[in-house]
């Protein structure tokens, strides 16, 4: 059963970075598409950023500039490069793989001021 797992989530001042990682434990999946989303307290859950089967990368405009989607093919792991964070930021990170919509169980994200 494909289990993908985000890690590298933490605590981290306003300005600092962090880089998630996502891939599947169980080593079954391949990640060809993987799309990253966040949920903060009281809000929705949003887009940051997705990356397709060929490379190509979308950023929503509130991390455009300071984060970056990467994948790296022989360890079959997608990384966010987070950069200048901000309080805002602040939220539960998941990775949504494709094929197949599977889910991570997310990893928690906190900027302080």
């Known amino acids: 059963q494909v289990q993908l797992v985000e890690s590298g989530g933490g605590l981290v001042q306003a300005g600092g970075s962090l880089r998630l990682s996502c891939t599947d434990s169980a080593n079954i999946f391949t990640i060809n598409a993987m799309n990253w989303y966040r949920k903060a307290p009281g809000k929705s859950r949003e887009l940051v950023g997705a990356?397709?089967?060929?490379?190509?990368?979308h950023l929503e405009d509130s991390v455009k500039g300071r984060f970056t989607i990467s994948r790296d093919n022989a360890k079959n792991t997608v990384y966010l490069q987070m950069n200048s964070l901000k309080p805002e930021d602040t939220a539960v990170y998941y990775c949504n793989g494709h094929p197949g919509n599977y889910w991570g169980p997310g990893t928690q994200v906190t900027v302080s001021a």
């Open positions: 990356r397709n089967s060929a490379g190509d990368t």
